[in-house]
């Protein structure tokens, strides 16, 4: 089985217009998680943390992954697609090319809270058109083991020997994302391809990962090693929420400024160039 090889706690940080969050990871030594780039969790009751939203920005390189638990957030580019995220909803958003879009609440009180996860895209697919697609909840698979609830998002997997298939299952990276409950005492067992990265991040509760019984406690992530099961036990007393991911990495150059991602400080510069004179995500 996958032992731990790193644990990370997520941070308070600031985005779009002053958005409180917590970023997971993201930034400084991306090849590591290859090909996830970066993770926030979102969450708050006070409106004055999430009200300014994130106002029309480019993107250039990647995907984007939003997952709403609770809340609307509403979606608006420059390719004319409007979309309303709700409770459960998944948003999965190619840049490739280029994108020019908003990302906006559409409620002033309450509770919003969800995930944003960006997945790299491979050299030969960076400058292909951009595309958008809106999930309502009660399109995302949903399996309910003994004891484990499995919103299966992406991917083809087995969980306890069942097979989970997720609602995306075309994506260059091989992507597996699943939102999963895990009832106290009980343990799930998820086998991964070697040399896939895997990833593991509790939003509530705690569990114990790997043959040493490494604890992971609310708002950590867990990078594993490269090869064998990924084993999550709940030795707790009450459920615990995670996030699964797992995907083929690229092993290609990452450069990364802000909102783009390329292989190469020149392609950075064209992105530039391209936004500023107009042309980012204008067919060519």
């Not at 090849?31 to 979102?42: G, N």
């Not at 003994?146 to 260059?172: C, L, P, Q």
């Amino acid at each position: 089985m996958r032992n731990i090889v790193e644990v990370i706690q997520a941070r308070q940080a600031s985005d779009g217009d002053g958005v409180k969050l917590l970023r997971v990871f993201g930034g400084r030594g991306p090849e590591r998680f290859d090909p996830f780039l970066m993770l926030d969790e979102f969450g708050s009751q006070e409106a004055s943390d999430y009200i300014g939203g994130f106002p029309s920005h480019p993107h250039r390189g990647f995907e984007t992954v939003t997952y709403m638990l609770e809340g609307k957030m509403e979606h608006r580019d420059h390719m004319g697609n409007v979309g309303l995220l709700g409770d459960g909803d998944v948003q999965w958003m190619s840049a490739a090319g280029g994108i020019i879009h908003s990302e906006m609440p559409k409620q002033t009180q309450g509770r919003m809270r969800g995930f944003q996860l960006w997945v790299n895209l491979p050299a030969s697919q960076k400058m292909r058109p951009a595309s958008y697609s809106d999930v309502k909840a009660a399109d995302i698979p949903e399996y309910a083991l003994d004891g484990i609830t499995i919103k299966a998002i992406a991917g083809v997997t087995t969980v306890n020997n069942y097979k989970v298939i997720g609602y995306f299952t075309e994506v260059d990276t091989q992507p597996i994302y699943l939102d999963v409950r895990l009832a106290a005492g009980q343990t799930m067992t998820l086998p991964a391809s070697a040399e896939h990265t895997a990833l593991v991040y509790v939003f509530d509760g705690c569990v114990t990962i790997g043959e040493g019984d490494a604890r992971l406690s609310s708002q950590h992530l867990a990078r594993l090693e490269d090869s064998g099961d990924i084993v999550i036990v709940n030795t707790a007393q009450k459920a615990a929420r995670l996030l699964v991911l797992v995907a083929k990495p690229l092993h290609e150059p990452i450069v990364q400024y802000g909102p783009f991602v390329m292989n190469t400080q020149a392609q950075i510069e064209q992105a530039l160039a391209d936004y500023r004179s107009g042309t980012l995500g204008v067919a060519r």
